[in-house]
């Protein structure tokens, strides 16, 4: 017995002690430390393949039938019929205060909106008095009086007053501070010195005053998505300048509960609170130290009762079908709908997702959760793991190695399973795989050189991990692979047809996609004559842009030339069809030129290479503008700043704040190439120049009496001096104390 004790001890010190077997530790201990290695790369790796492996669980558990309780929860949605019946959105707030009236009367307790209403909508009275301001004295106060009672805000203000309303707010330190932002409901305990771990915020995007004041509570509506871009976790409460502030859903379950306020459970140690959960009545919500819960999806999208708000308005709803729930109010119209990537779908209602976190909160033994002491065992799992298989597979055959790593990557994932599924404990898997994979290839790799210490053997065990069409493509590349976005100098192009909605109802199904393919067809060729690039097509849209992927010094001038040629192209076109006797097609095109983002973006599921940045937003907004302008083509101010000197003839159409941009742009219409230019061309753009600085002058005169030889011009729309005109009128009924020239545009 002694003697067999020995020989045991004798082998174990062998292997404890070769250099094999320390390799293994050290394979460990560098798998444990990716958890600390502070490169922003790497964590990202892990948290992408983490969270695809919590993704794959938690569809893998989906109940097949969905839970119930008691709580009827359901999302009032402003969809596409609602705006067919309604009218378009955004809808008067007396509307809105309908809407809640209606939701009222049905039964509902709660209702919560995941829209925030951060500016004063406008009060018919007002304009009038503002556009008529030759009213005489006792008109205008008769007029007067009749303000409050159509004052959409003080409509649904009243209303407020009277329902159990939680409204919507949002946190963003890229805006500006807008609208009111109410004293928090929750109870934070924090000594001035302490630091947290809960996100901070100093700006914020509020609802307008009257409202939020009138209304029972308030929530942000911010989502949290990880650095692949999904949403798997809630934050409860962030920091807004050292107060915490609740989540929508959560702000709803106080209201629901009858609760005045909620309590933010902490500790402290080493000069820092760390955040265990929220307390409000009997319900106490554990969360990670930001404040953050896992979501407990109730299933794919629409696992909730999804009710037109429509059908709210008209009473179309049986009788007692809405006592006694809860209402999420939100949108999935075409252009609206707040579509997140999370673990159950990529284009999952924004909406649902606070509906999932208010039903945990209410019943939190449903709730998922990543216990205080993760990384402990998390470290006792990787180290046993490893330590174990080390000493397992030091000097074992390829097929015995293989048999220890298959048990690991079992018991692994059985374990991770087994805590989910019954103790709705999450723990990190991506690792513990990690590790025996990292393992079984180091002593597999040497198994076979020891037994056949041939070159071949080791490419053939690679080939089995790795696809050989990947590592071709890594060795062509090298370091020359380039998988993040860029920033570039670039320019931007949108088209879209005018009134296409309209045009398409002349068509029968097949017409419309033969209009569309002939359409498409000519613009994508001309897009791609002159360097361009297809960003995409939406519906009747066409998105192009310059300077990427091939660099092009002269992107400006392309997308304008492209943009010049397009227009040609559709009256050529317009041509074809009437001979068809299908209707003339016109086209509307914004140009927006200066630094960008560009690269493979999306999710882990798809990829698009695709621009992004202000600067496109602008390109929409103003081919938005092009119909109001009466004009073809708008290009902004650095596009022509950018375009090759004198090759373009240009006039300067306005000088405008666009909604969601406080800086003004100047915008320009492009007349026609130098070369076909003449002497009438080049008078005219002097007058029209003369008639501009002297309108931005304010020398309101001389601007109409050009502006009016203008009209009756033929080289270019008159729709233009119109506007131009009608304004004067009003500027010189009511001049303004202080004039800069710009127009601010209140619309998208």
């Given at each position: 017995?002694k003697?067999?004790?020995?020989?045991i001890?004798?082998s174990?010190?062998n292997?404890?002690?070769?250099?094999?077997?320390?390799?293994g530790?050290?394979?460990?201990?560098?798998?444990?430390?990716?958890?600390?290695?502070n490169i922003?790369?790497?964590?990202?790796v892990?948290?992408?393949?983490?969270?695809?492996?919590?993704?794959?669980r938690?569809?893998?558990?989906l109940?097949t039938q969905k839970?119930?309780?008691?709580?009827?929860?359901v999302?009032i949605?402003?969809?596409?019929?609602s705006?067919k019946?309604?009218?378009?959105?955004?809808w008067s707030?007396?509307?809105i205060?309908?809407l809640v009236?209606?939701?009222?009367?049905?039964?509902?307790i709660?209702?919560?909106?995941?829209?925030f209403f951060?500016?004063p909508?406008?009060n018919?009275?007002?304009?009038?008095?503002?556009?008529?301001?030759q009213?005489?004295k006792?008109?205008?106060?008769?007029?007067?009086?009749?303000?409050?009672?159509v004052?959409?805000?003080t409509?649904?203000?009243?209303t407020?007053?009277?329902s159990?309303v939680v409204l919507?707010f949002?946190f963003?330190?890229?805006a500006?501070?807008?609208?009111?932002?109410p004293?928090?409901?929750?109870?934070?305990?924090k000594?001035?010195?302490?630091s947290?771990?809960?996100?901070?915020?100093?700006n914020?995007?509020?609802?307008?005053?009257?409202l939020q004041?009138s209304?029972?509570?308030?929530?942000?509506?911010?989502?949290?998505?990880e650095?692949?871009?999904?949403?798997?976790?809630a934050s409860?409460?962030?920091n807004?300048?050292?107060?915490?502030?609740?989540?929508?859903?959560?702000e709803?379950?106080?209201?629901?509960?009858?609760?005045?306020?909620?309590?933010a459970?902490?500790?402290s140690?080493?000069?820092?609170?760390?955040?265990?959960?929220?307390?409000?009545?009997?319900?106490?919500?554990?969360t990670?130290?930001?404040?953050?819960?896992l979501?407990?999806?109730?299933?794919?999208?629409?696992?909730?009762?999804?009710?037109?708000a429509t059908?709210v308005?008209n009473q179309?709803?049986p009788k007692?079908?809405?006592?006694?729930?809860?209402?999420?109010?939100?949108?999935s119209?075409?252009?609206?709908?707040?579509?997140?990537?999370t673990s159950?779908?990529?284009?999952y209602?924004?909406?649902?997702v606070?509906?999932?976190?208010?039903?945990s909160l209410?019943?939190?033994?449903?709730?998922?959760?990543?216990?205080d002491?993760?990384l402990?065992?998390?470290?006792?799992l990787?180290?046993?793991?490893?330590?174990?298989?080390?000493?397992?597979m030091?000097?074992?055959?390829?097929?015995?190695?293989?048999?220890?790593?298959?048990l690991f990557?079992?018991?692994?994932?059985?374990i991770?399973?087994?805590?989910?599924?019954?103790?709705?404990i999450?723990?990190p898997?991506?690792?513990n795989?990690?590790?025996?994979?990292?393992?079984?290839?180091?002593?597999a790799g040497?198994g076979f050189?020891?037994?056949?210490q041939?070159r071949?053997?080791?490419?053939g065990?690679?080939?089995?991990y790795?696809?050989?069409?990947?590592i071709?493509?890594?060795?062509k590349?090298?370091?020359?692979?380039?998988?993040?976005?860029?920033?570039?100098?670039?320019s931007?192009?949108?088209?879209d047809?005018?009134s296409?909605t309209?045009?398409?109802e002349?068509?029968?199904p097949?017409?419309?996609?033969?209009f569309m393919?002939?359409?498409?067809?000519?613009v994508?060729?001309?897009?791609?004559?002159?360097?361009?690039?297809?960003?995409?097509?939406?519906?009747?849209?066409?998105?192009?842009?310059?300077?990427?992927?091939?660099?092009?010094d002269?992107h400006?001038t392309?997308?304008?030339v492209?943009?010049?040629?397009?227009?040609?192209?559709?009256h050529k076109?317009?041509?074809i069809?009437?001979?068809?006797?299908?209707?003339?097609?016109n086209?509307?095109?914004g140009?927006?030129?200066?630094?960008?983002n560009?690269?493979d973006?999306g999710?882990?599921?798809?990829?698009a290479?695709?621009?992004?940045?202000?600067?496109?937003?602008l390109?929409?907004r103003?081919?938005?503008?092009?119909?109001?302008y009466?004009?073809?083509?708008?290009?902004t101010e650095?596009t022509?700043?950018q375009?090759?000197?004198?090759y373009?003839?240009?006039?300067?159409?306005d000088?405008?704040?666009?909604?969601?941009?406080?800086?003004?742009?100047?915008?320009?219409?492009?007349?026609a190439?130098?070369?076909?230019?003449?002497k009438e061309?080049?008078?005219?753009?002097l007058?029209?120049k003369?008639g501009?600085?002297?309108y931005?002058?304010?020398e309101?005169?001389?601007?109409i009496t050009?502006?009016n030889?203008?009209?009756?011009?033929?080289l270019?729309s008159?729709?233009?001096?119109?506007?131009?005109?009608?304004r004067?009128?009003?500027?010189k009924?009511s001049?303004?104390?202080s004039w800069?020239?710009?127009?601010?545009?209140?619309?998208?």
């Amino acid at each position: 017995m002694k003697s067999l004790l020995h020989n045991i001890l004798i082998s174990t010190c062998n292997k404890l002690f070769t250099a094999r077997f320390l390799i293994g530790v050290c394979i460990t201990c560098f798998v444990i430390s990716l958890q600390f290695i502070n490169i922003s790369q790497v964590q990202e790796v892990i948290q992408r393949i983490e969270g695809i492996l919590y993704d794959f669980r938690l569809n893998t558990n989906l109940p097949t039938q969905k839970r119930q309780f008691d709580e009827h929860i359901v999302i009032i949605d402003i969809d596409e019929k609602s705006m067919k019946e309604q009218g378009r959105y955004p809808w008067s707030r007396s509307k809105i205060a309908e809407l809640v009236e209606k939701l009222h009367q049905a039964g509902v307790i709660v209702i919560a909106f995941d829209i925030f209403f951060a500016e004063p909508e406008r009060n018919p009275v007002n304009e009038i008095l503002n556009k008529n301001p030759q009213l005489n004295k006792q008109l205008s106060t008769q007029v007067t009086a009749l303000s409050e009672s159509v004052d959409a805000d003080t409509i649904f203000s009243k209303t407020l007053e009277n329902s159990e309303v939680v409204l919507g707010f949002l946190f963003d330190n890229k805006a500006e501070n807008t609208g009111y932002i109410p004293p928090s409901s929750i109870i934070w305990t924090k000594n001035k010195n302490e630091s947290s771990e809960i996100s901070v915020f100093k700006n914020a995007l509020g609802n307008i005053e009257k409202l939020q004041t009138s209304a029972l509570g308030a929530g942000f509506i911010n989502a949290v998505p990880e650095s692949d871009g999904f949403i798997r976790k809630a934050s409860l409460v962030l920091n807004y300048n050292g107060t915490l502030y609740p989540s929508l859903a959560l702000e709803a379950a106080r209201v629901y509960t009858l609760n005045d306020s909620i309590q933010a459970v902490t500790k402290s140690n080493n000069n820092i609170s760390w955040l265990q959960g929220v307390k409000f009545g009997k319900n106490i919500i554990p969360t990670n130290e930001k404040g953050q819960i896992l979501i407990p999806f109730k299933g794919k999208k629409h696992s909730f009762e999804y009710i037109s708000a429509t059908d709210v308005l008209n009473q179309k709803l049986p009788k007692g079908h809405l006592e006694g729930s809860i209402a999420f109010v939100g949108t999935s119209a075409v252009g609206l709908s707040d579509l997140r990537a999370t673990s159950v779908g990529v284009q999952y209602p924004g909406v649902e997702v606070h509906a999932n976190v208010f039903e945990s909160l209410i019943h939190p033994e449903i709730l998922p959760f990543e216990p205080d002491s993760t990384l402990a065992i998390s470290l006792l799992l990787l180290l046993s793991t490893g330590l174990i298989l080390s000493f397992l597979m030091t000097e074992q055959t390829p097929t015995k190695i293989l048999i220890f790593s298959t048990l690991f990557f079992c018991i692994h994932i059985v374990i991770n399973w087994y805590l989910w599924n019954k103790l709705k404990i999450s723990l990190p898997l991506f690792q513990n795989l990690l590790l025996t994979l990292l393992l079984t290839l180091y002593y597999a790799g040497i198994g076979f050189i020891m037994e056949s210490q041939k070159r071949k053997s080791i490419i053939g065990m690679f080939n089995q991990y790795v696809p050989p069409a990947y590592i071709e493509k890594l060795i062509k590349a090298g370091k020359n692979l380039q998988l993040k976005s860029e920033k570039r100098n670039m320019s931007v192009l949108f088209a879209d047809i005018r009134s296409f909605t309209e045009l398409s109802e002349n068509f029968t199904p097949e017409e419309l996609t033969e209009f569309m393919q002939i359409y498409l067809t000519e613009v994508t060729s001309i897009i791609f004559e002159h360097q361009g690039t297809i960003d995409k097509y939406v519906g009747d849209m066409v998105m192009a842009f310059w300077n990427a992927p091939l660099d092009d010094d002269d992107h400006a001038t392309h997308a304008v030339v492209t943009a010049l040629k397009m227009i040609q192209a559709t009256h050529k076109l317009s041509r074809i069809f009437n001979e068809r006797n299908w209707p003339s097609v016109n086209i509307g095109v914004g140009i927006s030129s200066g630094d960008m983002n560009v690269g493979d973006m999306g999710s882990s599921y798809r990829k698009a290479y695709t621009v992004l940045g202000d600067e496109v937003n602008l390109g929409s907004r103003i081919e938005s503008l092009t119909k109001y302008y009466g004009v073809d083509i708008l290009i902004t101010e650095k596009t022509l700043e950018q375009m090759s000197p004198n090759y373009i003839l240009c006039r300067q159409v306005d000088k405008i704040r666009v909604k969601g941009k406080a800086q003004a742009v100047t915008v320009y219409q492009p007349i026609a190439f130098k070369e076909d230019s003449n002497k009438e061309i080049e008078d005219y753009l002097l007058l029209h120049k003369k008639g501009i600085n002297a309108y931005t002058l304010g020398e309101w005169d001389e601007a109409i009496t050009i502006f009016n030889q203008l009209k009756h011009n033929e080289l270019c729309s008159k729709e233009l001096y119109d506007i131009y005109l009608d304004r004067l009128a009003l500027l010189k009924n009511s001049p303004p104390t202080s004039w800069n020239g710009i127009f601010v545009h209140q619309s998208k």
